[in-house]
Each structure stands twice: as structure tokens, then as C-alpha cells.
């Protein structure tokens, strides 16, 4: 089975677009100030503590429960099995007790390029794997039933929900997640072409939201279109606070990396803004960081605190939730380029390296996944 969705009703983004970009209309829910100066950080890193929003926090030093993976993208857990997807070459992988990784399948018809390849992976309720990656014909989304006992598992027929997505060697997003309101979103990045994020008939630079069938739900802000947010560069991590507030992670050009907080119909403002503008129309981040020191990818909240995975920067960031403008920076080189974070069910933090930077250095089997205990006030 195959459902293609892939246009956008023009029209009807259209008109919400003109409205949100009036002179003198309100901005699209933005939490942050409208009148930040777009030259100092949204944000500076402060001890949460000192505010009164301390939340979840790192309890101990990592370790390593997994080596030798290579390129590994996204991590998710089936009925406590941790799953590893690894970018270049296409494997799915199941993480044993001990550590050992083992083959579950190879998703066929990846061809990865630079940044794009086997990308971002989630899990519904019944146990269900949704697998973003790059094919020959554009980046894709599909659903696989997982059949099968822990160390042993395996991977069914494929069921496409997108295909021929934008695609390029960067800038494809990737991300997958299940929402607390059961619907699937997707992060599309603008795949090289900045002013497709702003195109209400192309799909890059958008965060989309779906039914798990691939359908498009009926209470979306744009009728009839997959799309839930617009103007984004290349967003690279979702997640949600306890009261259903979504975040996402966002790779900047030159200037800023971002952190916002994402609302139905809202634009971020790529190409038009980087960072925080204080422009009518467009949503500033809630934080902002130059990329020299951040590239945030995957990101994960528990206890009230997101927790965000940096690839240049090569830091993990805490960010409580009740103050998203503040952050503290842990692990500052100590494991390389961090790529994705994920609480398991066991309640520890899990975390992604991606020393293989998509052009080819380090050689590949150099990452690891590690684990660290975290506390909750």
C-alpha cells in the first residue's frame, strides 16, 4: 500500500499565511518577547535552580551500553527494546542487555548522501515502527509491523505513508514522533532550498502531523493539508512537556540555532528571519545559540526538563521547561557530537554519538549508545 501526500491545498495556506503576515495582525501564539534583539541570545544559560524551575537533572557520569555503531540517527524503544537506526547503511538494530547489537532488517532503497540516509524512527502503542529515510526519489516515511521476540526480531512489509518528499544531501529534517494526541509528526528541512520554507505548495521546511495512517487529520490549521508548521531551515528534534506543550530543535545558517515552541498553523520565519526578529507574522524562539556551539539535534523531556543533543557543540543541554529561555550545558567535549536523546522506560537518559559527520570522518564505528541515570525533584 502506498498513499502519496505530498501537495498542499494552496489556497487554503495561502490565505492563513496572508492573514498571519498582515501589518499590525497579532503574532501566531509566539512565546517568546516580539521585541528581542535578534543580535544577543534569546536565552543564556543559568542555573535553573536559581529560578525556582529545577526539574529532572543528570544524576552521575554516562556510560556506554553500545559501541561500534555506525552513524547511528535515532533511538526508540519497542516494548522496552531499544532500537538503533544508523544513517549510512541503512540497518535497523536491536540492543541486547549486554550491549550487543543485532540486525533486525535493512530498510531497502536507502541511498544515503552526505547528511541523508536511514533517518528518524518511532513506535505507536501497538508496537508499530514508522521510519523516515532518503530514497532516489525524494525522502519518504514508512510504517512497518515489527514481528517477532526480543533478540530475534524482524521487520515486516513496508507501508508508505509519504514518498517523494524534497530531498538533498542536508537539510532533511528526518525526525519522527508519536504525539501525546496520537498523531504522527514529521521534520522536513528546507533541503537546500530556503525559500521553499516559506512556499505554501511544497513541503520542505514544514513540521507536518498526521493520523498514523498517513492521513491528514481533520483538525490541522490548514484544511486538507498535512502541514502544522511553517519556516523552518531544518528542525531536528520534537518533544513534549507533561502539559502537551511541543518543542522542536532547529539547525540555524550563520547566526542562530533555535528552540521553539511549536504551535498549529505558527511560522517560524525561514528564509525571512534567523533567530529572534521581533517581525510580525513570524513565532521568535523561546532560545538561541550561535551553531559554532550548538547544531541541536534530538531532544527529550522528563521531569520537566528537555533535554537537547548537540552535534558541533558537542554538549548535551538541560533546559527546564518552565523556563525555556535558560539552559546549562553538560558534558562539554567529553563524547563528541551527540545526536539523539531519549528517556527509556527504565527511566534513564540514553544518548546518541555521531562522530561520522556525513562527509566521511571519522571512519564509521567509532559511536556509542550511552546511558546515565537521571533524578527527579
Known amino acids: 500500500m502506498t498513499r502519496h501526500v505530498v501537495t498542499v491545498p494552496a489556497a487554503a495556506l495561502v490565505a492563513a499565511l496572508l492573514a498571519a503576515c498582515t501589518p499590525g495582525a497579532p503574532d501566531a501564539a509566539s512565546p517568546a518577547a516580539s521585541s528581542a534583539d535578534a543580535s544577543t541570545p534569546a536565552g543564556t544559560a543559568t542555573d535553573p535552580e536559581d529560578t525556582g524551575?529545577?526539574?529532572a537533572a543528570l544524576a552521575g557520569e554516562p556510560e556506554a551500553f553500545a559501541s561500534d555503531l555506525e552513524a547511528p540517527w535515532s533511538l526508540v524503544f519497542r516494548d522496552g527494546v531499544p532500537l538503533v537506526s544508523?544513517?549510512?547503511?541503512?540497518?535497523?538494530?536491536?540492543?541486547?542487555?549486554?550491549?550487543?547489537a543485532r540486525e533486525v532488517g535493512v530498510v531497502a532503497g536507502v541511498t544515503p548522501t552526505g547528511e541523508a540516509g536511514l533517518l528518524g524512527?518511532?513506535?505507536?502503542?501497538?508496537?508499530?515502527?514508522?521510519?523516515?529515510?532518503?530514497?532516489?526519489?525524494?525522502?519518504?516515511?514508512q510504517r512497518y509491523d515489527v514481528t517477532g521476540e526480543p533478540g530475534a526480531l524482524a521487520l515486516g512489509d513496508p507501508v508508505t505513508l509519504l514518498d517523494g518528499l524534497p530531498a538533498a544531501a542536508n537539510h532533511d529534517g528526518g525526525r519522527l514522533a508519536v504525539g501525546p494526541d496520537g498523531m504522527l509528526y514529521v521534520t522536513l528541512g528546507d533541503a537546500g532550498n530556503p525559500a521553499d520554507a516559506q512556499d505554501p505548495e511544497v513541503l520542505a521546511g514544514k513540521i507536518l502531523r498526521l493520523t498514523l495512517d498517513g492521513e491528514v487529520p481533520d483538525d490541522n490549521p490548514f484544511p486538507g493539508s498535512p502541514v502544522y508548521s511553517l519556516?523552518?531551515?531544518?528542525?531536528?528534534?520534537?518533544?513534549?512537556?507533561?502539559?502537551?506543550?511541543?518543542?522542536?530543535?532547529?539547525?540555524?545558517?550563520?547566526?542562530?540555532?533555535?528552540?521553539n515552541v511549536i504551535e498549529a498553523g505558527a511560522n517560524y520565519g525561514?528564509?525571512?528571519?534567523?533567530?529572534?526578529?521581533?517581525?510580525?507574522?513570524?513565532?521568535?524562539p523561546v532560545q538561541q545559540w550561535a551553531p559554532s556551539e550548538a547544531s541541536p539535534s534530538g531532544m527529550a523531556q522528563a521531569g520537566g526538563t528537555l533535554f537537547v543533543a548537540?552535534?558541533?557543540?558537542?554538549?548535551?543541554?538541560?533546559v527546564p521547561v518552565?523556563?525555556?529561555?535558560?539552559?546549562?550545558?553538560?558534558?562539554?567535549?567529553?563524547h563528541g557530537r551527540l545526536r539523539d536523546a531519549v528517556v527509556g522506560p527504565d527511566g534513564r537518559l540514553w544518548v546518541l554519538t555521531n562522530e561520522t559527520d556525513g562527509r566521511g570522518s571519522p571512519a564509521p564505528g567509532d559511536d556509542h549508545a550511552l546511558v546515565v541515570d537521571l533524578t527527579t525533584p
Open 53 to 55: 524551575t529545577a526539574g
Open 322 to 334: 518552565a523556563d525555556p529561555s535558560t539552559s546549562q550545558e553538560h558534558w562539554a567535549g567529553e
Open 231 to 259: 519556516g523552518h531551515r531544518n528542525p531536528q528534534g520534537i518533544a513534549w512537556a507533561d502539559d502537551g506543550t511541543m518543542f522542536a530543535t532547529e539547525f540555524g545558517q550563520n547566526t542562530w540555532d533555535e528552540l
Open 270 to 284: 525561514w528564509p525571512e528571519v534567523e533567530g529572534a526578529a521581533g517581525r510580525d507574522g513570524f513565532t521568535d
Open 310 to 318: 548537540n552535534l558541533r557543540g558537542e554538549v548535551l543541554r538541560t
Open 121 to 141: 524512527l518511532a513506535v505507536d502503542d501497538d508496537g508499530r515502527l514508522y521510519v523516515s529515510s532518503t530514497a532516489a526519489e525524494g525522502n519518504r516515511v
Open 86 to 100: 544508523e544513517r549510512d547503511s541503512a540497518r535497523i538494530l536491536e540492543l541486547a542487555d549486554d550491549g550487543t
